[in-house]
């Protein structure tokens, strides 16, 4: 057996976060049990844990090489967490063993999944007589008893598994993909890439974590279906990215566009994330009096954006049918979800970038997009987007939610100067990406036409052809003041051929000329 993480990534803190990790040089089986218990209670949502046996810990990092464990010891180990999930925790819990080699030394591996039949209470003694059970929670990276205030919002927390980690009654373990569950532990550079191959679909789910119930009647968890089904929306209606574009008026305007994004979270995030990128980020040059040096600015920071669309994501209601939206005008983009964020959050705090959730909507769907590096978790995305806009020299990003946090939304105001090129642009609307500050320099150049300034802003991202052109504009064919339109940025040097050689190649296309 092999975990669905790269072990040597989880030994330095990199796959998961330290708190969610134990490590023990040797074989405590009362300690490890009231570690079990608190991960499968997993108070805040995060997971669930890690304890890994045969690892020396000092202030909570693994120290190696490992001690390591004996072979016929790691054998005995497993037979006892058998017999303490029967035996020594109430409801039975049942974690996942798998023995490992680093640098040349076995160690044992416990993954402890947030169980479904949270409360859990473990045995608070081995000793003779000893019958007496108690709850146990995380605090940070240490295992607590849990008492007073924490064992009755514990116990507030029954029959409340997250809704991605919760089974599908609806689907069957068939509708999982083999091909997206190998390809993603390729990804991750899982010791259960190779073995996968020729594992049973039902033994491959189960050991990933994404299928769940009895022996008899087992069922995909919801993560599972969201990650590794390529349909997802037959089973979540309206999970999907919704990218939407007003050109002239805003939102209050009766034009825009819309592109809907569907698919396995990761290739759904990835393909909106992209077609923003290619469509609607610009780059601006700003001229400075008295120096040479010209600044670069993006419209919206890329990273920013990225930042906005993975917290989104992550953090919406899956249960709740609203899409994620990405909403973009000439002097804004906002990336709204629904509902809103943990009540635990306010508003004042977010803002500053400091808000800490107490608890986590999407325990699982966290750690998949953490392992594929989508995301750091533990509340980092607000900082970075703060951060991102700052560097760009953009106006400060703006983040709200109502009083009963049933939306989140982000706005990130354009540049300044980006706003000025794009109310410069025709129609005074937004515009698509104008690279290197190219409309300035056609405006400049006094272009002779509207469809010449339309040629360069189609052009911006990237090269076409003529019937590329036509369809940018909108145009079903290309027109003679297309041509005209052409010829004349190639007499100014505005844009070039991408075969100069051959200037009436049928693949012939055209680009911005470097400045």
Not at 92 to 111: K, N, S, T
Not at 413 to 440: C, K, M, Q, W
Request: a positive charge; aromatic letters at 8%; glycine letters at 8%.
């Amino acid at each position: 057996m092999a975990l669905p993480i790269n072990i040597e990534s989880l030994l330095h803190g990199k796959a998961v976060e330290w708190e969610r990790l134990e490590f023990k040089a040797g074989w405590d089986p009362l300690a490890v049990l009231h570690t079990i218990c608190a991960f499968a209670n997993d108070f805040h949502n995060f997971g669930g844990g890690y304890i890994v046996l045969g690892v020396k810990e000092h202030n909570g990092r693994a120290v190696l090489p490992p001690v390591g464990l004996e072979p016929a010891q790691i054998d005995r180990i497993q037979k006892e967490l058998l017999n303490l999930g029967f035996n020594a925790i109430r409801p039975y819990y049942h974690p996942i063993a798998v023995p490992a080699e680093i640098d040349g030394r076995e160690i044992l591996v416990i993954w402890v999944l947030g169980g479904q039949t949270r409360p859990y209470k473990a045995r608070l003694t081995f000793a003779k007589g000893g019958k007496d059970y108690a709850y146990f929670i995380r605090k940070g990276s240490s295992t607590v008893r849990a008492k007073g205030a924490d064992e009755k919002e514990l116990l507030s927390l029954a029959a409340t598994v997250p809704f991605d980690d919760r089974i599908n009654q609806r689907a069957k373990v068939k509708d999982l993909s083999r091909e997206l569950m190998q390809d993603y532990l390729r990804q991750v550079g899982s010791d259960l890439a190779k073995p996968a191959r020729k594992l049973p679909l039902l033994k491959l789910g189960r050991q990933m974590g994404v299928i769940g119930g009895a022996e008899e009647a087992p069922f995909p968890l919801n993560v599972g279906l969201m990650m590794f089904n390529r349909e997802p929306h037959r089973f979540f209606p309206v999970m999907q990215i919704d990218v939407v574009w007003f050109p002239k008026e805003g939102p209050g305007g009766d034009q825009f566009s819309e592109k809907i994004f569907q698919g396995p979270l990761p290739r759904m995030t990835r393909d909106a994330l992209d077609y923003i990128k290619r469509n609607f980020i610009s780059e601006t040059v700003i001229k400075h009096s008295g120096r040479a040096e010209s600044t670069r600015v993006q419209n919206f920071p890329y990273d920013a954006i990225e930042e906005a669309v993975v917290n989104a994501v992550y953090h919406r209601g899956y249960d709740v049918r609203e899409p994620v939206e990405v909403r973009i005008s000439h002097d804004e983009l906002v990336v709204l979800s629904y509902p809103g964020p943990d009540r635990s959050v306010r508003l004042a705090q977010l803002r500053a970038g400091r808000a800490q959730p107490r608890r986590y909507r999407n325990r699982r769907i966290g750690e998949f997009l953490k392992e594929l590096e989508f995301t750091e978790g533990r509340s980092t995305g607000i900082p970075k987007i703060i951060r991102a806009m700052r560097k760009n020299g953009s106006p400060p990003a703006e983040f709200d939610f109502d009083e009963d946090h049933s939306y989140f939304s982000v706005r990130l105001p354009i540049h300044p100067a980006a706003l000025a090129v794009a109310e410069s642009a025709p129609g005074g609307g937004a515009t698509r990406p104008v690279s290197e500050g190219r409309l300035e320099s056609g405006l400049e150049s006094g272009l002779e036409s509207e469809t010449s300034r339309n040629v360069l802003l189609a052009l911006a991202a990237g090269p076409l052809g003529r019937s590329g052109i036509a369809e940018k504009l909108g145009h079903e064919r290309v027109s003679g003041a297309i041509n005209r339109a052409i010829k004349e940025l190639l007499a100014k040097g505005l844009i070039e051929y991408t075969l100069p050689e051959k200037p009436n190649s049928r693949l012939q296309k055209y680009r911005l000329a470097p400045r």
